[in-house]
């Protein structure tokens, strides 16, 4: 790395992390959004472009001990949590290297040992698994945290005001983070949302806060509060992430919505600019002040690229998924 005078060097290095795991998930989901398009891929894909920085922000104050539930759009919580990027691409790809064997595909990925309770197919389908992980915290006394990281679309399900009451009452150590992308689907989220998404937390005495979803060090910022209250057993918190989706709910849209169009190309192209983008603007922020030079930006981007090519070259060369494992992997003891 070249040697920038009078910086906050440590402040460099945890700043150019935070900026190569952002774009370690733009690199790697721009490589699977092409495999998709091109018919490559099994299945559909959700991406996460865009919303970098609320999963980047988010994960990079946990420990591999602290868990996190995830969505159908899982792949940048998984990369941003530690998972590996080859597990993941074999996954994707269905190949028995995959991190969950390839037998769950985009939508399950998955890694225990990180602390990844798992990607779900299921809206709103993490909010109870994550509850359930702060429970476990809680009864097993220990100083880890469970990290919900939902959609605006998953918080209208009547689940999340369940799971909200009951951390509260019991002081679990979960914090909700809630990406407001602002679409479910297919539907503008203010057509079906009433009110502010915070205050349904306050409405149970939880400590709730909106930030720019799209500031990697705005969501770092809430989260080191929020994480520090819940191991110090103060409960629940909640943060909603501001934040836009800037690929399609999954790559086969056009083909799905044959024409309709429920959002211009000009709100999709302002949201890719510097000012909003979450990587560009914070690669402007690290040279502006973050002490980084172009040629780091450069080495990170050429590293990115690389680790990206290695995990397609290793997705494509390993084997099919093994179909007899769905014997064991779907039921206990019980094959026909
Ligand atoms: C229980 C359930 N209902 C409906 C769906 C279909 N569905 C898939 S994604 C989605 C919208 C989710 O919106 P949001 O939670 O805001 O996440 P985003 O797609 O914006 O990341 C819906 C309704 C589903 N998968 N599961």
């Not at 940048?76 to 969950?100: N, P, S």
């Not at 709910?249 to 056009?254: I, K, N, Q, S």
């Not at 995990?311 to 390993?318: D, G, I």
Request: net charge negative.
């Amino acid at each position: 790395m070249t040697e920038i005078p009078n910086v906050d060097e440590q402040r460099r290095a945890e700043w150019l992390a935070l900026y190569e795991r952002m774009l370690l998930i733009r690199r790697s989901e721009e490589r699977v959004g092409k495999a998709a398009q091109a018919g490559e891929m099994p299945g559909g894909v959700h991406l996460y472009i865009g919303q970098e920085a609320s999963g980047v922000g988010a994960c990079s104050v946990l420990e591999d001990t602290d868990f996190i539930t995830s969505t159908h759009r899982g792949h940048g919580h998984f990369l941003a949590k530690g998972g590996d990027v080859k597990a993941m691409f074999a996954e994707l790809w269905g190949k028995r290297t995959g991190i969950c064997k390839g037998m769950g595909g985009s939508m399950h990925v998955a890694d225990v040992s990180k602390g990844i309770l798992g990607a779900n197919g299921i809206v709103g389908g993490g909010i109870a698994i994550a509850n359930g992980a702060g429970m476990g915290i809680k009864v097993g006394k220990e100083k880890a945290v469970s990290v919900c990281l939902f959609g605006d679309g998953a918080a209208n399900q009547g689940v999340l005001m369940e799971c909200l009451n009951m951390s509260m009452v019991w002081k679990f150590p979960v914090i909700w983070v809630l990406e407001n992308n602002g679409l479910s689907e297919f539907t503008i989220t203010d057509k079906v949302t009433a009110g502010e998404q915070t205050d349904r937390a306050r409405a149970v005495g939880m400590p709730a806060v909106t930030v720019d979803g799209n500031d990697v060090i705005a969501v770092q910022e809430a989260m080191k509060e929020a994480v520090d209250r819940a191991r110090a057993g103060e409960g629940p918190s909640f943060i909603e992430c501001k934040t836009y989706r800037i690929r399609g709910h999954l790559e086969a849209e056009d083909a799905f919505l044959g024409g309709y169009s429920y959002r211009t190309q000009e709100e999709i192209d302002a949201w890719k600019t510097p000012d909003k983008d979450p990587i560009l603007r914070f690669a402007s922020r690290l040279l502006a002040e973050g002490g980084a030079s172009q040629a780091d930006l450069d080495e990170i981007e050429d590293r990115v690229s690389k680790q990206v090519e290695e995990a397609v070259e290793f997705a494509l060369a390993s084997e099919d998924a093994d179909p007899e494992l769905i014997f064991d992997i779907t039921f206990a003891d019980q094959r026909p």
